[in-house]
């Protein structure tokens, strides 16, 4: 019998002597010795359950590894290991990073949501110009150099585009649109990943199968892959080059001698998304429930890491020269990209530190908050808290009418209880002081801390406005926590009324105890629209239709739960008013007569919004002086202005810009925006500065000595605040009502089905679009030729084109949309992406309606429609005022005569911003007027003591 020998015990043979030991007893040791395999190496996970799904991982050596991934409200995680410690990075941008690709010398070159590169270099992030817009995400990136990288992306899984960087800036890269498949609606797939070898191909893949070839330097070609499933991520070493993907199952193709992709899928394969080849060819792919793939001779077999992983995907794995496998991942395969994982198999290396996430400070005023305006009247002082705990709450401006009213009810009903003659609104008490003054400062105080207190505690913001309205009432020298109701002091008085109002509050009609949910069991008529994808599916296109937003930031910037709008204030017809009286035999408080239905008219009505929308960057120069515009009859923009000034008694100087910047200015100024008062606080400021302007004289429509400043507040603040909350009632009775379509919905709608002009023309639709040239076209062979007007949208011939705002840019602070032709399908109004249009239906304009109730009030109560010398105004700072881009280019000063012309510019701004048609606005106008007009008459029978038998 052969003698055997056995190698010698060595660290780290112990698996493979044992494998050994049992071959030599099977074969009696006959023929050479096989050579040892060493033991694998470990898997370990680096991290887990991380806030933020983890998307990429990169790298130059295993001691230069950068993993990037999205952004859940702190910025994108941005982590960068050295050989000894990982460091979390701060990149001062927002938004998702999908893929990065580090240089040997550098840069790392970051790419993900809104068309952002960065690049970061000598310490430093910064964001690259690039040819998309907000839109448009980037989701992998692959360079040669640093002068010659490529980046790819798509709009939700459509519109795939390719970008290349020279050195100098990105620029597109022509499609093989004739070779590529289409989408439902005609686009293309959208593209996800890039790699190339370094020696002038570059391979790119993406949805439906797509996989894509370019050669030094040449057209990139499409390469049959023989599915339609989709193609994540391209990579490749040597002459091996790979693609995975899948849909339900995983997909693994491998380019052969021939140059043809054949199938490589191991049984049971799940959806692939990462994969990394060595130069040997070896191999790792990853993917779905965070199984891991190894390619060993061209054959891949699934491997157990030996980890307890709860992810939806390993999005993306890479290899280190040194041999280290890595992989990340998380919840990527839905919108949640959280739950971030990174795996490491080779040499251990450190845990990635858990974030540190400093403790919120306790919840303080800021100093300058404390009392804005501590001149003024006690109840001015107390409207200023009022107003900056709105700011910092969401945009409700339902709520906020009904807050503004109730909190200057009850000061006034503090007021009213040291006069003789006046009436209370909710209570009634008559009161002697020796110090009138002082008492009335302190039971107002008392009445307003205690209403803000308990209906702001809890909004967003509350623990600083809840600190704001504490610190306001120390200074004042009163007791917060003093609650005592009993007795005739005014602390006593004070607490009555606002325990009064709490209490009238919870049985008004507003459903404050269930945060103002709806309680009349509306029923949505058209299923969502998917804002990112083209087109509107309706069962009736009169009717509202709720947006699905992909990411969702209320319009002063407060992060909120993304998906299907719901209908807010959908019951508000039913809350109770100031002055409104319902009709003795029921029906709306105020009938807003006909109706916009779908047809004839309503398309007009669209075809004004995309003029306005096309205008967006228009050059052409407008006069907004008083003397210009302004001046129309209710429910009308038929005015050219006033002849002159009625203060000076000389004609209104010129006042030029550009109509773009005008537009844009006035859709910005009005919607009320970032940290804003909402459109009800909007002309609580407005009758502030009126007040506060130099030799303004406070007499009570306009006659008679002027009052004090106490006086002459409160007696504003009830009327123009009873007016907004009875104009919140009737603009949202209407919309409930009706419940009748946005703009989005219209267009998207229209032009889906085609055009209306040319019955014997190519893409006629009766309930079309109309033609109108330079405005709304179709798109055609000649138009979309190379250098025509409609060329980017080539793979679109025979579809309807419009010229408009060409959307949000991927950089809002240092770039502009624009306006140029986009496909009626894609349009989008004047608004950031992550708002779009409000959650309520259009008719009537809430901002027309309010807008116009307060001018009436302010010139009742005045005795002027006029602003004080003729002139309102209002400056946008170039370059800086504008939120949604960059912008404006000039100075843009809106002016107004009267407190009408800013209500009419008010109406208008919302046609400006794409979200209302001029029926919305006209109808708002005019309710607007009579729920105004009726405050002015209730608040004046409180005044004079006759509203009380």
Known sequence: ?????????????????????????????????????????????????????????????????????????????????????????????????????????????????SATILRYEDGQFTRMSTPGLARHTVYGLWGSRPDDVYAVGGVSGRGGFIWHYDGRAWQEVALPYAEMPRTSDGDVPGLFKVWGTGQGDVYVVGALGVALRSRAGGAFERLPTGTTSRLFTVHGAGDSVVIVGGEGQGEILELNASGQFEARTPEGCPLLQGVALSADGSGWATGARGEVYQRKAGTWERVSHGLQ?????????????????????????????????????????????????????????????????????????????????????????????????????????????????ADGTFLREKHTAADVAAARAEAISYAAFRVLTHRYSSAIGGATSKSCFRAFMLKLGYEPDATGTDGDSPRALGNRIGQLIIGFGADDGANEQNDFKDTTGYTVVNPPLIVEDPGATVTDPSAWQPLNLAVAVTQNGIDTTAGVQGYIGAHWGQVAPFAL?????????????????????????????????????????????????GNNSLGANDGTGHPVNPATGQPYIPNVVKRGDFGRVLAEFWADGPKSETPPGHWNVLANQVADSAGFSRRLFGAGEPVDALEWDVKVYLALNGAVHDAAITAWEVKRAFATARPITLIRYMGGLGQSSDPSGPAYHASGLPLVPGLIELITAESAAPGGRHAHLARFQG??????????????????????????????????????????PGFISGHSTFSRASAEVLTAITGSAYFPGGLGEFVAARDSYLTFEEGPSTDVRLQWATYYDAADQAGQSRLWGGIHVEPDDFVGRRLGQRAGLAAVERARSFFEGTAVP
């Open 799 to 840: 579809q309807v084109a419009v010229h408009g705002w060409r959307g949000e840019p991927g950089d809002r602070l240092r770039e502009v949309g624009g306006s140029g032709w986009v496909r009626a399908v894609d349009w989008m109004p004047y608004q950031l992406r992550t708002f779009v249009t409000p959650a309520f």
């Open 581 to 629: 009286v319902r009709p003795g035999g029921g029906g709306l408080y105020l009938d807003p007569g006909p109706v916009p239905v779908f047809g004839a008219a309503l398309r007009a009505h669209a075809v004004e919004v995309l003029q306005k929308s096309s205008w967006l960057g228009g050059d052409e120069p407008i006069d907004l002086s008083p003397g210009a515009m």
């Open 1 to 113: 019998m052969q003698e055997c020998s056995f190698p010698s015990r060595v660290p780290g043979a112990r698996g493979w002597l044992l494998a050994a030991l049992v071959g030599a007893l099977l074969s009696g040791c006959d023929g050479p010795e096989p050579p040892p395999e060493p033991e694998p190496q470990p898997w370990a996970a680096v991290a887990q359950s991380r806030r933020e799904a983890l998307l990429s991982i990169t790298g130059t050596s295993s001691s230069d590894v950068w993993a990037v991934g999205a952004d859940r409200g702190r910025g994108p995680l941005v982590l960068h290991y050295d050989g000894t410690a990982w460091q979390e990075l701060a990149t001062g941008h927002r938004g998702d990073l999908w893929w990065a690709h580090a240089f040997e010398q550098g840069p790392v070159l970051l790419a993900g949501a």
């Open 309 to 421: 992983l709860d992810v939806q995907s390993l999005h993306a794995s890479w290899v280190d020269p040194q041999g280290g496998v890595w992989a990340v991942g998380g919840n990527v395969l839905s919108s949640g990209l959280n739950n971030g994982a990174l795996l490491h198999q080779g040499p251990e290396v450190p845990q990635v530190p858990a974030p540190f996430i400093p403790e919120p400070p306790a919840a303080s005023c800021p100093a300058h908050e404390v009392d804005p305006q501590p001149t003024a009247s006690i109840a001015r002082r107390w409207n200023e808290q009022l107003l900056g705990a709105i700011r910092r709450d969401i945009p409700r401006p339902t709520v906020h009418a009904r807050n503004l009213y109730h909190v200057s009810a009850g000061m006034w009903d503090a007021w009213a209880a040291y006069d003789a003659t």
